[in-house]
Each structure stands twice: as C-alpha cells, then as structure tokens.
C-alpha cells in the first residue's frame, strides 16, 4: 500500500507520545544525475541468457597426422638382429625321360608328350632313323619305367632341380652298372640338364660325367622335327662318334 507513515486521528490510550519531526512533509526525492566521470564510464550491459546461449560456440580443432607415403628405412639397431632375406622358392621342372637300349648304346630320351612312345609317334619314327643312320638297332629295348619329375604332387620332400639331377643321374647309374654301354646319347634338353649336367650350348659334343662315363648330347626329337636344319649337325657329330659303339668285326 506504499504507507510510510501512520498517524492515529485521536490519541491512543497508553501510546508514546508522537515525535514532530515524522509529522513534518517530507521533500520530493529528486533524481541524482549523474556527475561527467560516471557519465564517461561504459555501462556493463548484461544479455539475456537466450541470446548467450544461441551464440554458437567455436570448437579447438585438432590436427591428427596422416600416414605418410613414403617408407621410412627401418633403422637397426645394434641390439636388434639384422633380417635375413628369404630365398626365393624354386618350383620343381617337370618332364618326362625313357630310358632305352640300343646295341652298345644307352639312349636317355625325353618324352615330347609325357608318356611312352607308340609305334606311330612321329618322335618315334625319327628316332628309329637316328639308329638306322648310326648302325644300330632301330627297335630299341625299353629299360625300366619312365621318369617322371616331380615325384610327388605335394609333400615336403625336394624336388628341385639338385634333388632331379641327382634322382635321374642315380637311375641312369644303376642300369650301367647291370649292363655297361658304349655310349649314352642324352637326346633333349631335360636329359641334358639333369643326366649331363649340362645346356643347350652342349648339343652335338660329347661330354665325360663322373659316374655315367661318356655322353653325347643332342637336341630333343620334338626341336629336330620342327628345324629339321639340325639333322645336318647331328649327322656331322655322328660320323665322328660311330667308332665308339660300332663293333670291330662290322
């Protein structure tokens, strides 16, 4: 009700006397202006909490490092053991030999399909002509089963290309030692290889190999057909080789 003070119209029974100064008119309150300093003086304004909390908030941003392209060279220390390259896996050669008998002559020959010969193979029919020109026997012997490389389809075991030298040269050996031969024609490069220990670069020459004795080496039977040019050269190193398995009393 805005009252500041309250005077009774009649006098109140046992009330204190009234004091003079509360019935006097109070002045009017004037408004203080303010003096020029707080007049300078900035005014702190206060926003209202909606207007603080929709003003957007500004995020840190954090720079996460990227992987970089380039290898960094792995740095060995003196402690740590130094890596040891791996050697490269040889796949096992395959190929397919027949060993045959001729006269005094071994023939080690190597199977342009992979299996025995048949009277009409067109390999066949060359190499009955080969014998013939040579002087010997143009129905040669089978010896033993083909040879077959690799041995196994899976396993652990090597069969790389020292472990099918030393299997072919082991084989070719043993049939010596049941019947010895003049001369062993290797006819085709896996016979080559892997009985004479040698390469194409050997062809139409004859080579001595330690257990196995003489050898000649010749191109396969499938190469003669296609470049039948070759034929002259093995003509040429025949002649001087006939000697060797022809018997004295022909």
Do not use: H
């Amino acid at each position: 009700m805005q009252v500041v003070n309250w005077l009774p119209r009649t006098e109140l029974p046992f009330a204190a006397p009234s004091r003079p100064e509360l019935l006097e008119t109070l002045e009017p309150v004037e408004a203080l202006e303010p003096s020029g300093e707080e007049a300078a003086a900035p005014v702190a304004l206060v926003k209202p909490a909606a207007e603080v909390a929709a003003r957007p908030v500004e995020r840190v941003k954090i720079e996460v490092p990227r992987p970089s392209a380039t290898v960094k060279p792995t740095v060995v220390t003196g402690d740590a053991p130094a890596p040891v390259p791996k050697t490269p896996v040889v796949p096992p050669p395959r190929f397919a030999l027949q060993l045959l008998r001729a006269g005094r002559c071994l023939l080690l020959v190597e199977l342009p399909t992979g299996e025995r010969f048949q009277a009409r193979d067109p390999a066949y029919l060359l190499l009955k002509d080969m014998l013939r020109a040579a002087g010997l026997p143009d129905s040669p012997q089978i010896v033993g089963e083909p040879v077959r490389w690799p041995l196994l389809a899976r396993g652990t075991m090597d069969q790389g290309p020292d472990a099918a030298r030393d299997f072919v040269q082991g084989f070719v050996s043993a049939r010596l030692e049941d019947e010895p031969c003049a001369s062993l024609w290797l006819i085709g490069l896996p016979a080559v290889r892997f009985a004479g220990e040698a390469n194409a670069e050997a062809w139409y020459r004859e080579l001595q190999v330690e257990g196995l004795g003489s050898v000649w080496a010749l191109p396969g039977l499938e190469l003669l057909m296609e470049e039948p040019q070759r034929k002259a050269d093995v003509w040429q190193a025949m002649r001087r080789l006939m000697a060797r398995w022809k018997s004295t009393d022909e």
